[in-house]
């Protein structure tokens, strides 16, 4: 599942393609997703200007002039792809092709939703599980009432919609207090951070040196203050974050950018998807043990346990 640091990526190909231009026409190829598509979506949809492509936590936010707000949640496979239609050229990965026409992009078995712009542009949203989602709400409120059990944003982004709480390790400390869950369950839950998945915090924690199963309150000292370990693993998912994003994601299946570009933060990994592999160590140098994998709330967690504590 696309994580934040992939839905970020996309975000800002879409902010970069889409802002301020105008969306004249739209199809929809078929009547659901994961939800069913919102009612009368192509007349709604047709004619509105784009004002702003922002993200809250894993959702696309885009803002349109008529003060109408677009969600797009991109699921399990779910992915936005650009295509300079206007040029016979295609800025996406299709069918293994590398010259789309406009009458050709889109039209491929799992592209469900096709926008295009005044400019000649045309943007594909392709999913082949149809876990993922889209939303056309009349009002920014709706929005927000919908998303006020997300927790903060881990990075004060610019791209990240507007007065959106941004994560402090105080936060986390007040999170965690009392919590006997273990880390990794508690970092996955989005009313504590919103954004990290499964992929980061395995990462973060390994980067932190701490083990997915400890318990979450022994980060927090007495009036719910943050621990040194506490600040450290704070640190840790921050930067983790930080350099996912700056990479351009983590392609393991189906995620690739609006350009068709791979993310190359699996180059990166240290102990995700690494099971019975040497564990490269917090510093860079195999530690001598090999890395293990566990399951936790139905999630694949890895780790080493001499690293890990």
Known sequence: MPELPEVETVRRGLAEAWTGRRIVSVEQRRP?????????????LTGSIVLAV?????????????????????????????HRASEGETLGVYHRTVNATEAEAGVGKHDHLVL???????????????????????????????????????LALEGVMDDAPVWSPEAFARA?????????????DQRIVAGLGNIYVCEALHRAGLSPRRRSETLVRGAEQPTERLEALW????????EAIESGGSTL?????????????????????REDQPCQGRN????GHIVQRITQSGRSTFFCSACQR
């Open 116 to 154: 295009r712009f005044d400019d000649g542009h045309v943007a594909v949203y392709t999913d082949p599980r149809r876990f993922g989602w889209v939303e056309l709400h009349r009002r920014m409120a709706d929005v927000l009432s919908g998303m006020a059990h997300l927790g903060p944003e881990p």
């Open 32 to 44: 659901d997703l994961r939800f069913p598509f919102p009612e009368e979506l192509e007349a709604r």
């Open 284 to 287: 860079g140098a195999f530690c």
């Open 54 to 82: 922002q993200r809250r936590a894993k959702h696309l936010v885009v803002q349109l002039d008529d003060g109408q707000v677009m969600l797009s949640h991109l699921g399990m496979s779910g992915r936005w792809t650009l």
């Open 235 to 242: 640190t840790a998912c921050c930067e983790v974050l930080e």
């Open 176 to 188: 965690l207090a009392g919590r006997r869950t273990p880390l990794k369950t508690a970092l996955l």
């Open 253 to 273: 299946s189906d995620f690739r950018g609006v350009e068709g570009e791979l993310g190359y933060f699996p180059h990166s990994f240290r102990v995700y998807d």
